[in-house]
T-cell receptor, first 114, second 111 residues
Framework: GAGVSQSPRYKVAKRGQDVALRCDPI?????LFWYQQALGQGPEFLTY????????KSGLPSDRFFAERPEGSVSTLKIQRTQQEDSAVYLC????????????FGPGTRLTVT | AQSVTQLGSHVSVSEGALVLLRCNYS??????LFWYVQYPNQGLQLLLK??????LVKGINGFEAEFKKSETSFHLTKPSAHMSDAAEYFC?????????FGAGTILRVKS
């Protein structure tokens, strides 16, 4: 079946622009995660949804970052007033109920802020 | 808090040689441990996982890892490297529902 998909795959934004990154999880997966992967580093947790509820947003680096999953399926990560330090790959992952730790990752969106 | 240390940011082996990628973890509770592989411009693919039970776990593509509680280690091995194994490998530990990743090890396979 289809895996996790993300769009766009690449995004170039000028400093100060707003961006929106989309994640389509595996159908039926209850849990959805966003991670940020800076160049040369491992992914770092940003936020976690169970269905439409955002249960943990402790990893969001600033109040410029906002995530939503209004219908419990597709999720959007929005970054307002982008800064150069926001340049990274943003990975989305999903998992099924009962095996929340077995996460399946999408290909990521590479954001470059110029 | 849970953490992962991967020893060696780059590892180079010859084709056909043993692959050994090292991972040590810190966890305040019995851990769930994972190895993921990332090919260029792709997402993370789960290689194998340890949750409970047998400490030697086998994964895809001939990889395996052994959970050693006394050493807080979860090293990844493969008896014979193939050119297609060249990629970046991440060890991760569960922290409730989220994963905490190491910094990654880039594996280079020489012909």
């Amino acid at each position: 079946g289809a895996g996790v998909s993300q769009s766009p795959r690449y995004k170039v934004a000028k400093r100060g622009q707003d961006v929106a990154l989309r994640c389509d999880p595996i159908s039926g997966h209850v849990s959805l995660f966003w991670y940020q992967q800076a160049l040369g580093q491992g992914p770092e947790f940003l936020t976690y949804f169970q269905n439409e509820a955002q249960l943990d947003k402790s990893g969001l680096p600033s109040d410029r970052f906002f995530a939503e999953r209004p219908e419990g399926s597709v999720s959007t990560l929005k970054i307002q007033r982008t800064q150069q330090e926001d340049s990274a790959v943003y990975l989305c992952a999903s998992s099924s109920f009962g095996t929340v730790y077995e996460q399946y990752f999408g290909p990521g969106t590479r954001l470059t802020v110029t | 808090a849970q953490s992962v240390t991967q020893l060696g940011s780059h590892v180079s082996v010859s084709e056909g040689a043993l692959v050994l990628l090292r991972c040590n973890y810190s966890s305040s509770v019995p851990p769930y441990l994972f190895w993921y592989v990332q090919y260029p411009n792709q997402g993370l693919q789960l290689l194998l996982k340890y949750t409970t039970g047998a400490t030697l776990v086998k994964g895809i593509n001939g990889f395996e890892a052994e959970f050693k509680k006394s050493e807080t280690s979860f090293h990844l091995t493969k008896p014979s490297a193939h050119m297609s194994d060249a990629a970046e490998y991440f060890c991760a530990v569960s922290d409730l529902y989220k994963l905490v990743f190491g910094a990654g090890t880039i594996l280079r396979v020489k012909s």
